[in-house]
């Protein structure tokens, strides 16, 4: 694998390209659904092949194949420089510029003490299996579904700088839901998704038999629970559910490509724009994103991204005010930036890299708080536990969101079960009525397996953690589920 990409730098360099990398990707996936008590979708496939991005006289070439070996990289490597020599006589006044970045030689393995696809796959679905059966025998459950999902992603990048990069990145994640009918209502409850980049040691320290019965239990009772009135109140959100608001609200809008104006599909554009980096207001003095390629666990903990720049950790917003973007070689120039952040990422060996969300968290406080903490302090509030549904503008300023599980706080305290809720704000203005938080021992690093980008569009994973927060006046309704 390691000499096919050196030759095809080889058979690249020296052709008057301005750069070329190609990447050589094997891809092993498992996934597993069981529905009530049989298996619904058993899905254990491979994928290999490879990439080649070509640069030329500033304009772009990709080529890829299912082929690996010597002759079709010849042959790859050559139209991808065709395609580059074709743009360039059509690209007008625009060339793409490239970031500069070190030479690395190196290899980056994701931490592992079980791997994940050495466990047979009866007994995954058997624990599924169990998980949907105690599920079940809770009253008003009429279905149970549970998920697996496990990935092994072993790369080979290299490119005419001289880099040499070696990737073996392993992902593990499960969650189920419960689906309740009575009272004239249908409800659900989801133990959410807890994507790691780890073994199957994190599939074992989630507690997924030991919550089934509760998360059933949830399911039924919201079908008993209040809907809420529309009403202005105080939130204390909890970090899978501030996982998703992160993503949107923050994530892709400082996806420097989209704020460029580049990827204008898929709720394309953004309200965060260069002139604002240093100055704007994103949220309270609270409040601090941090991208961090080189957290443990995370997503986008891959040593490397796909344009070999090295993971990174900096700044998006700190307390409060936009300082910073995720970035590719291509559009860290653009604002001036020396050297890309990292967060060029590809989802298979036959996509181009793009611009996408770094593991992106809030940080906890730095003053210690429990969740009962944040809630004592409201006299009238909503508690939201887990994701729901949501929509957000083109823009990313004004939002939607409801939730998994919801009570009523009065006074201090959690009180009613209530349900379909959701919460309307804009950007700006919710991150800054953010008024506590609490401390690292309740910080999750939750996060994303498909967050889609790009057309054709592709799928890529990062994580989004947070601790648990609380907002003030915030609009709140009820909505549909
Ligand atoms: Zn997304």
Not at 112 to 139: A, C, G, H, Q, R
Not at 158 to 168: P, R
Not at 297 to 311: F, I, N
Request: aromatic letters at 10%; hydrophobic letters at 35%; charged letters at 30%.
């Amino acid at each position: 694998m390691k000499e096919l990409a050196l030759y095809a730098m080889e058979i690249l360099k020296g052709r008057g390209v301005d750069y070329a990398d190609i990447r050589i990707t094997r891809y092993n996936y498992e996934s597993f659904i069981v529905q009530d008590l049989s298996p619904k979708l058993v899905n254990v496939e491979e994928t290999y092949g490879f990439g080649i991005r070509v640069l030329y006289d500033g304009a772009w070439g990709f080529a890829s194949s299912s082929r690996v070996d010597k002759k079709e990289i010849e042959k790859i490597a050559e139209r991808a420089l065709d395609i580059a020599k074709s743009s360039s006589m059509a690209r007008g006044d625009f060339r793409v510029k490239l970031a500069s970045e070190p030479v690395h030689v190196d290899k980056y393995l994701t931490p592992i003490e079980i791997d994940p696809f050495s466990i047979p796959v009866e007994e995954k679905l058997n624990l599924l299996l169990k998980i949907n059966e105690t599920m079940l025998k809770v009253k008003e459950i009429v279905k149970a579904i549970s998920r697996m999902q496990f990935r092994r992603r072993e790369q080979i990048f290299a490119s005419t700088e001289d880099s040499l990069i070696e990737t073996i990145i392993y992902t593990s994640n499960a969650s189920y839901t419960a689906f309740a009918v009575g009272n004239n209502d249908t409800q659900t409850r989801s133990f959410q998704d807890y994507p790691l980049n780890a073994g199957y040691e994190h599939i074992k320290k989630l507690g997924l038999i030991e919550n089934a019965e509760r998360i059933a239990e949830e399911a039924r009772m919201k079908l008993y629970a209040e809907e809420p009135d529309e009403e202005v109140l105080d939130l204390v959100l909890d970090p899978a559910h501030l996982s998703l608001t992160i993503h949107e609200s923050v994530g892709h809008p400082t996806e420097l490509d989209r704020v460029l104006g580049y990827e204008a599909n898929f709720a394309g554009r953004s309200f965060a724009t260069p002139e604002k980096l240093g100055k704007f207001r994103y949220g309270s003095p609270l409040v601090n994103f941090i991208a961090d390629n080189t957290l443990s666990g995370g997503l986008a903990t891959t040593g490397y991204d796909d344009e070999g720049v090295e993971c990174q950790k900096w700044y998006i917003v700190k307390e409060g005010i936009l300082v910073g973007y995720s970035t590719t070689r291509e559009v860290a120039p653009l604002i001036g930036e020396v050297r890309s952040r990292g967060s060029a990422r590809a989802d298979n060996f036959y996509s181009f890299p793009i611009n996408r969300i770094p593991n992106l968290y809030l940080a906890p406080g730095n003053e210690k708080a429990t969740p009962e903490e944040l809630i004592q302090d409201v006299k009238r509030g909503i508690y939201i536990e887990g994701r729901g549904s949501y929509s957000i503008d083109q823009m990313r300023l004004n939002f939607q969101f409801g939730g998994d599980l919801f009570y009523r706080i009065e006074n201090g305290k959690k009180t009613k079960m209530l349900k379909n809720v959701i919460y309307q704000s804009i950007t700006p203005e919710f991150w800054n009525s953010l008024d506590g938080l609490t401390d690292e021992r309740f910080w999750e690093p939750r996060g994303f397996l498909t967050c889609g980008k790009g057309e054709p569009i592709q799928s890529a994973q990062m994580t989004n953690g947070a601790p648990y927060a609380r907002f003030r006046k915030i609009r709140t309704g009820r909505g549909r589920r």
